[in-house]
């Protein structure tokens, strides 16, 4: 058995996380979900389920969503990143945090950050879908609390107040 | 604001944090000097542990040390909430897969896993029990050794223990019809989406834990046992957890990670994957043998239940969840005569555990079923039969216990309207309805204290877990009202041994009811204060002074309780504290050790269509209706009960442990385990609530969060039935399963069966 831990690659990356530039030096084989939460203690992104299939770790990686725990930070690389934590403007929420909130989409709230973010890159591409539009765009997000319904309304919400 | 405040629908108390990412679990805590570990496991299910060779492990660089049961005290400590049975790490034998047989502890997370899997582990495979069949064969290997149950006329039976009770002569009784069938409810896991974590460390002569736990005081209890250490020298903080569902109740691997953390001096912390949390909680699956005997017109006369649950290689709470979960296994009806036969099976499969529902889907989904084919096999309509049947308010339908406690009736036509019953149906849909009900907690103490702080804002301090249910809101709300001050002023604090009072525990959907009573009184201990205050300040007779709602009431004029604290402090400031108690005792010769404190009860009303090529099943209709007593706040009450529909859809329709030959689990984790997503929602749900106030709780609320996950999956298999025909027993309903019943000869023609 071949392992390798200390004798780790460190690879420089440049990355743009929240609008603010980054330059990191990075394990080779270290996810963009690791770099996010231990290197730049972004703790927003989830760990569950490390395979893809839960979207806890959800981030949008130039304009479209991304389970964070797939992508290796290196891949990341020249890149623009958007967490949770680089959704609200200063001071305030963003339109879809406060429709969360005004719609009991949020229970114990784990898997809300990755419920956010991909409900922000169905809304920049698609500004007005309908509910099934939503829920297959959200299907990659887990909510074992079952807000999945509340969820939906308040991205249709978040969508119709914008179109005001 | 404060009249409106019960009944509101105010953002959730701790929401912010949820939707901005700044919410702290406790896999995003980090502290100073911490080290990682990892679990050392074997691949089998069940195994004789010849020996441990740590030494490749322990000469990675970065790796601090290996424990094995060697490093920790002899005999091995154990621990358990009802048995003292779970050893801190597997000694002499491994009894499930995934039973940790050694920790690595190292520098860094990747370091400790990958010497977890430099560690030799030399052992002897033994058979496994893995089937309640397997388990009660006569010549079963035992799963516990019989040494450790003296005095147990059980010992050398897989059986831990037998729940029996019963009312009337069920031999004696004279039915029309009797209709009995067996019915399977699979294993399956809480998949709560923050996995199970705990980071320990020590403080000074003592130990400090933060650990994903739901009782953070009976987490205390069992390290203060476990190290010897005084309570006061434990401390545990629990932050909200990302979802429970039972599942993080009892302690798992805090022992473990608390001895670690002693041996290294320095923190430690463990976050276990999703697969690991698969192998460390599960809700116990159940074989239900149900002998229902009814007269013609529908009248039940007995129930005979048998309910076989197994549930793994520890207790943990699962006996409990045996004893408790079928304890009103015949409904919520006038049963004359019943006998129910429970029995807690140990078998080498993961520790089943307290899981949303406690023990009762599992018989609910036999029973249920069972009234169903009665239903048809005599020509009634399941809805009348069950209307027929069910206890009215005051009933005494469980003889020694509490009587019913609502117009049940009333959720029940409710849940018909709202899925059409009446109506015609469109061709190829069918419809189901079944009713669940679940005895809420039978003891309890719940302690809490509330601060009314000099410039008119409130703490509360009140110990139970916010898991997503939404505790925190509730008590702000309660406190706001209570007295008159914004919602946004009250600060609840929960999670931390040495600061907050102490709670039994957050389970059962006691929270609203008990702390929320102890919350009660502490707000009206604080309005006794301002009461004397107001005397006081205006030379009245105490006795002519009344504080209500954050209104005091003076006989010659009224002021805020603000108003009054703000003179009453003066200068100085300071602050006025209240302490408030709701405790429910033992009742000694109870079956249960109690009463319940109240019922929760659900009606599930379903209409389904059935994909005849592939067995698919859609919910074209959905409908769930509580009786909550009152909901404080509505829209958590709404995503409670929507939520649990949503979870018991797993159970039902695709949610099961498979094993294969040896023991082992063949789908651990998210790929090859689905849990609902939102493309496996009903096509309409509608969700309603029956209130008449008639709770213990405040203002007359029940607990509830439970009750719409009792009788999720006989109410679709019934529809399932009504749309296609297929008769299925065995959950969960999948779209093989589905097939196979259509393409069986055991099909009922749709026709024949109407």
Redesign the interface.
Known sequence: ?T?Q??AAAVIPISVTVNGRGRTLEVAAHHTLLEVL?DDLG??????????G??G?CTVILDGRTVDSCLVLAVEADGGEVT???G??PAGG?APL?EA???H?A????????GQ?LAAKALLASNPDPTLGE???A???????????????EAVLATAEAARR | MSETMIGATPRRVGGIGRVTGGQEYVADLHLPGELHAALVTVPVAHARIRSIDVRAAEALPGVRFVTTPADLPDPMPRFGPQFVDRPVLATGEVLYHGEPVAAVVADNRETAEAAARLVQVAYDELPAIFTVAAALAPDAPLVRDPALRPNDPLATTNVLREHPIGWGEVDAATADLVIEHDYSFPMVTHFAIEPHAVIAAPDGDGLVVWSTIQHPNWLQKILATVHRLPLSKVRVIAFDPGGGFGGKQHAKYEPLVSFLALRAGRPVRLVLSLEETFQAVRRASAEVHVRTGLLHDGTIVFQDIEANYLIGAYADIADRVVGKGSYPACGPYRVPAARILARTILSHTVPSTAMRGFGNPQVNWAVESNLTEGAIALGIDPLELRLRNLARRGEAFIPFDTPADGDWQQAVRRAAELVGWNEPKAPGRGRGIAVGIKSGPTTGLSYASVRLLADGSAVVSAATSDMGQGARTVFAQITAHELGVPLDWVTVVMGDTIIVPYDQQTSASRSTVLMGNAVLAACRDVQARIRAMAARLHAVEEASVVVDAGIVRLPDRELTVVDVLKAGLGRMGGEVVGNGEARKDDEPGHPLGGSAAFFEFNCTAVEAEVDADTGDVTLTRYATVSDVGRAINPLQVRTQDEGAAIQALGHTLMEHYIFDGAGRVRNLGAIDYRIPTSMDLPLEIHSDIVENADGPGPYGAKGMSEGALLCVSAAVAAAVRDASGAVIRDLPLTPERVWRALNSEARVAVEAVR
């Open positions: 058995m392992v831990t200390r939460r972004l703790t927003g992104a989830k760990e569950c389920c490390l395979v299939e839960c806890a967490t949770v934590e959704l609200a929420l945090q969360f909130l005004d009991g949020v229970q114990c709230g784990y898997c809300t950050p956010l939503v829920q297959e959200l299907a990659g997000n887990l909510c074992r609390c079952g807000c999945y319904w509340q969820i939906g």
